[in-house]
């Protein structure tokens, strides 16, 4: 177990110091002190690694996203964006190594991984909206799951412009957000 925290830690700090591409399993291994030939031993590639990590990055965000919507009382729709937005923008700007994974990240399984997390996510997300009375009961959970995608979408766009984000792209990401989803105010 101490060995497979060793090589995530590597590898998150490759990617947050160097890259997507640098983060390669041979010098994430250099980076651990372990040999290429028993990094196998834990992880039969580097798609694993990469997997693994942001398994590590969505439980935390997970848990600070819970936090910001069962931890205020959420009575109109940009309290509630910003419930969901602030938290994910505030770890993107602390972990540059979660950013590389979710948007520059090569391999299915991470793009399944970020897709299931949304997916989990905007069905949360609109059954706190319903039982808040933010938006009509009658809403389609598509309407939700779309505009998650949106928003990753247009998160992706503000950490390409800029390590910590651009604010100004994160801003029209929740403007956009907020009115699409005012259509289905209850």
């Not at 965000?61 to 910001?68: F, M, Q, R, S």
């Not at 109109?76 to 994974?101: G, K, M």
């Given at each position: 177990?101490?060995?497979?925290r060793?090589?995530l ?9 160097q ?27 580097r ?39 602030d ?20 391999s ?8 299931e997390?949304?997916?989990a996510?905007?069905?949360r ?9 933010l938006?009509s ?6 309407a ?8 990753n ?27 699409y ?5 209850a």
């Amino acid at each position: 177990m101490e060995r497979r925290r060793a090589i995530l830690d590597a590898a998150e700090a490759l990617l947050r110091e160097q890259g997507y591409e640098a983060a390669t399993l041979k010098a994430v291994g250099e980076r651990a002190g372990i040999p290429v030939a028993s990094m196998y031993h834990y992880f039969p590639d580097r798609h694993q690694v990469d997997a693994e990590l942001l398994r590590r990055h969505l439980r935390v965000i997970e848990e600070l996203v819970t936090a910001a919507l069962e931890g205020s009382s959420l009575s109109t729709l940009r309290e509630a964006a910003d419930a969901v937005i602030d938290p994910l923008r505030d770890y993107f700007r602390e972990h540059p190594s979660c950013v590389e994974l979710w948007f520059s990240g090569r391999s299915e399984a991470l793009a399944v991984l970020v897709r299931e997390f949304d997916a989990a996510q905007a069905d949360r997300f609109w059954r706190l909206l319903v039982e808040r009375g933010l938006v009509s009961a009658d809403t389609p959970r598509l309407a939700l799951q779309l505009a998650f995608e949106v928003g990753n979408r247009l998160f992706d766009v503000a950490f390409r412009q800029s390590p910590a984000g651009d604010d100004a792209t994160i801003d029209e990401a929740r403007r956009m957000v907020i009115a699409y989803l005012k259509t289905y105010a209850a």
